[in-house]
């Protein structure tokens, strides 16, 4: 399933010296699309003649894998942990230089990343990934390693935005980018624990980190670096209205110059049908005969009727309120009256999850639900179904849909963020033209999402239009290579002398001082 990568062998034009922080990596931490995203951007950066390294917490899973370690920094006690050495070593697979931020008392326990095996938050995530973003902001301004400094910081997310109030309080000038991949999650804490920040008190403010009388990681990122990206140019214009900005609209207004979407891309070390060791069976666009066979051991291993001929539709999702799939409860009687089959995947609201257990148990051999996480099986089934059912609320980019089209397993989407800018539904004219690479709907309704899905199975009737969509869709080229350049080209632009410089709330002088 997983391809060891090569180290990037040729360097294009040399490139500026990047140092990218994050709260997860795939394989060793993942939650969502977050990990996938840092498991491929930094190889493909590299790739393009980047100088990369990560900055990562030193949970147990990525502490314990990372290669040839060796200590940088010991930085004694801080944020509640008793110790915090700085370590540097080489991630597997990739073999790319990785910091680890290793203070066992805040990052190695038992548990998730964010959570408790409970659910629950961990009540010291502020200092958590305050210690993430003082360590990486310091890595940047060059005092923490003599023998690496970089360029330019790149954050990602909430987890990794106070690195950008660091380097502000820090005065520093170094250029940095902030990617939003879910502005859902803002890592909001009590205005009470800011003093355990050591910031000068000027930045709990509304032109810096408060919100509503709360501490606001996300707007820590927002206000204080140069530019800020989000994952598709869809969702980079939709966080800047009032339904998708999660309350943050106004701030997102008030960078609009600031703001840019780069579409993620797809890993083909890991997504790859041609190459995919969890497959039942491997297959190609050319070569397309494998997939039955990946369908058939899908259902035979998820209990569902063997019938070649039923359209079977898969969800591999966190079940939260954002991926819409109350609708796609309410649309599955209809759906299955006309003949479809349906797999989930996925774990996270309890309620969603018993829904999806019940709709299984009162339709055996035609609803099969899988509660928990699975990477394995999360591959067989975007490689065994017909098609992918993705009907959002929201979506940053979304990842599953990117899948579905590599392994021609045809998206049904609402057009809405990135599904909006990497689907093109089938219409009479996208079909003509042969543009059509799945099925969309525009409003958040079981009706709208009954329509796409009965689309969906009346083209599958229709073996010849279904394989030409398959088609279409596997030709896509969603590659981390373009998305790589695009980030590479904004580089480049923050680093020109005088040029984007001056970006972010021009609030200094924090007293930089740790509690
Ligand atoms: P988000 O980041 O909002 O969760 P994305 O579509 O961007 O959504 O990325 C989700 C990633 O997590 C994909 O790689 C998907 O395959 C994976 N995933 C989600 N739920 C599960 C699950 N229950 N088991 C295995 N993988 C999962």
């Known amino acids: 399933m997983l391809v060891r990568r090569e180290p990037p062998a040729t360097a294009a034009r040399p490139g500026p010296r990047v140092l990218q922080v994050a709260a997860e990596i795939f394989p060793l931490v993942k939650t969502g699309g977050l990990a996938d995203v840092v498991g491929a951007l930094p190889p493909a950066l590299a790739a393009e003649g980047l100088d990369v390294r990560v900055v990562l917490p030193g949970y147990a899973a990525i502490a314990d894998s990372v290669l040839h370690q060796r200590r940088v920094a010991e930085l004694g006690p801080m944020f509640g942990a008793a110790r915090v050495t700085l370590r540097l070593g080489r991630l597997p697979y990739s073999r790319l230089p990785v910091y680890l931020v290793d203070a066992p008392l805040l990052f190695r326990r038992e548990g998730g990343p964010y959570q408790a095996a409970d659910g629950h938050e961990w009540p010291d995530n502020l200092q958590r990934f305050a210690l993430l973003g003082w360590v990486a902001a310091h890595l940047a301004t060059g005092e923490l390693d003599p023998g690496w400094a970089p360029d330019l910081l790149h954050a990602h997310d909430w987890h990794a935005a106070m690195s950008h109030a660091y380097l502000a309080a820090h005065a520093a000038p170094v250029p940095s980018v902030f990617t939003v991949h879910n502005l859902a999650y803002q890592g909001l804490f009590p205005a009470g624990d800011f003093a355990l920040l050591g910031l000068s008190a000027r930045f709990m403010a509304a032109h810096g980190l408060e919100y509503h009388g709360q501490v606001s990681f996300m707007k820590a990122g927002l206000k204080f670096a140069s530019r800020i990206t989000t994952v598709s140019p869809t969702y980079a214009r939709e966080i800047a209205t009032h339904e998708f900005g999660a309350g943050l609209d106004g701030v997102i207004c008030g960078r609009r110059d600031d703001v840019s979407g780069i579409l993620n891309g797809v890993d083909r070390a890991v997504w790859n049908p041609e190459t995919d060791t969890a497959l039942a069976s491997r297959y190609s666009a050319a070569q397309p005969e494998g997939k039955m066979r990946c369908k058939a051991a899908l259902q035979q291993q998820l209990g569902l009727e063997a019938a ?70 999360a591959h067989r089934i975007i490689a065994g179904v017909d098609a992918v059912v993705v009907p959002s609320r929201f979506e940053p980019c979304g990842l599953t849909q990117l899948y579905g089209l590599r392994y021609g397993s045809l998206p049904v989407v609402r057009r809405v963020g990135g599904l909006a800018d990497t689907v093109v539904g ?83 002088g924090g007293a930089g001082g740790v509690a």
């Open 426 to 508: 089938a219409t009479p004219e996208t079909m003509s033209d042969g543009t059509a690479t799945g099925f969309s709907f525009d409003a958040a309704t079981p009706a709208a999402l009954e329509g796409a899905l009965g689309l969906a199975v009346s083209t599958y009737r229709e073996p010849a239009r279904w394989r030409r969509l398959m088609a279409q869709a596997m030709a896509q080229d969603f590659s981390w290579a373009v998305a790589a350049r695009e980030y590479r080209a904004l580089f480049e632009i923050l680093l020109r002398p005088r040029a984007g410089r001056s970006a972010g709330t021009p609030l200094r």
């Open 308 to 377: 070649e001929d039923r359209p079977l539709f898969g969800v591999v999702s966190r079940l939260s309120a954002q991926k819409g799939l109350d609708l796609l409860l309410a649309a599955l009687p209809r759906l299955l009256a006309e003949g479809g089959q349906l797999a989930v995947l996925g774990s996270g609201d309890a309620a969603l999850e018993r829904a999806f257990r019940d709709a299984a148990a009162a339709q055996p051999g035609r609803v099969a639900a899988i509660t928990g996480y699975d990477e394995s099986l």
